[in-house]
């Protein structure tokens, strides 16, 4: 069966749907190659997603709604044998990473829209599919268009900006949201630099942000994870912006490990912090920051940089994917619907339009 998808080759994404087959640009191989991978079947996208040839909580989300196509598309019968299939597949790529809630999300909407159409022919299910994975995808551009122009409000010219790991077109379908807040407040003559942290262990600051800074032509320096307490205290960080792979119902933050200190250390020298991520990447039912799942990852990413040892044989190493960040260090949570300030379970209910007594 041949499916063309409906999706713009740009903005510039890391994900694609060409040729019948899922094309990921292989964020391992970065920056040295650029590289697309193919997927042709969702065991292939949740490889893809464990080894984080694609990452970032949003992209994910995306990847996997594409998984989902690949799924259904081989099956023959309808009905159970459908149901079946697209219930295995989701339940494989929901378990290739704990933390990032896009994941569970875009999954949850893809569910919703097969049931709509549980009683269609495989063909049809995966058309429609199709369609919507292409409308997530576009969607997911919009909004981190949408949390950029809002970010950039915040910001006053001439700022000095800190990001840590990587929340730019990488992370997402394109755009970004941390790295699109620092684009589009540096087309509107707002940044004079960025300060890039390296993001141990697999250093998606030094190899993915760097890459993209570079592309979009803004000044950044590269630092040690190290450095960002001293660059504050000589005061050469004005803001800092980091994106999110969930956000627990009162405003505490999952992102990548190291962003909890960079988040004391801005608070202990007075340098506003912000959180720029999707309404999707927020999970009600998850009450705060010590609810969140953390993943755990292969100590070996501890002990070895690109397969070398560094680190004596026979030594433990704990490699915590991610860290919480508490709402009270949280200066604002930059979000497609606006920007969001503490009491953060008021102002989160009023962004999903609800209304949340005091
Ligand atoms: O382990 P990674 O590289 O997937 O971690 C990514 C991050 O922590 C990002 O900051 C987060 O997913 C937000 S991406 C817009």
Not at 284 to 304: F, K, L, Y
Request: aromatic share 6%; glycine share 8%; proline share 6%.
């Amino acid at each position: 069966m041949s499916i063309s998808s409906s999706l713009p080759s740009s903005p510039f994404s890391p994900i694609r749907w060409r040729d019948d087959r899922l094309e990921l640009l292989d964020q391992t191989r970065l920056p040295e190659m650029e590289t697309w991978l193919a997927c042709t079947d969702p065991e292939e996208v949740a490889a893809a997603i464990r080894c984080l040839a694609v990452r970032g909580a949003p992209a994910i989300g995306v990847a996997a709604a594409y998984g989902l196509v690949l799924g259904v598309r081989t099956v023959e019968e309808p009905g159970a044998a459908l149901a079946a299939r697209f219930s295995e597949v989701s339940e494989l790529l929901g378990g290739t990473r704990p933390t990032a809630v896009n994941l569970r999300w875009a999954l949850d909407r893809g569910r919703e829209v097969f049931e709509r159409h549980a009683g269609a022919s495989p063909a049809q299910v995966t058309r429609v599919l199709l369609a919507w994975a292409d409308a997530l995808h576009a969607e997911d551009v919009r909004v981190n268009q949408k949390i950029g122009e809002h970010g950039a409000a915040l910001f006053a010219p001439g700022v000095r900006v800190l990001t840590h790991c990587n929340a730019g077109t990488l992370a997402t379908a394109g755009y970004g949201t941390a790295v699109g807040v620092i684009q589009s407040a540096w087309e509107t003559g707002k940044v004079a630099m960025v300060w890039v942290d390296e993001t141990r262990p697999l250093l998606q600051g030094a190899r993915l942000t760097a890459w993209e800074m570079q592309r979009l032509g803004i000044p950044f320096k590269l630092v040690t994870d190290s450095s960002v307490g001293a660059l504050m205290k000589r005061g050469l960080v004005d803001r800092v912006v980091v994106g999110a792979d969930r956000i627990a119902a009162n405003g505490d933050a999952a992102n990548k490990i190291g962003t909890y200190t960079v988040a004391v250390l801005a608070h202990r020298h007075g340098v506003p912090f912000y959180v720029a991520a999707p309404l999707s990447t927020i999970d009600r039912a998850t009450p705060h920051g010590d609810a969140i799942p953390i993943e755990e990852r292969n100590p070996d990413e501890v002990t070895d940089v690109f397969g070398r040892r560094i680190a004596p044989a026979g030594i433990e190493a704990f490699n915590m994917a991610f860290d919480v960040t508490p709402h009270d260090l949280i200066a604002a949570i930059i979000t497609e619907a606006g920007v969001l300030e503490a009491p953060y379970e008021q102002s989160i209910a009023a962004a999903f339009g609800e209304e949340k007594k005091g």
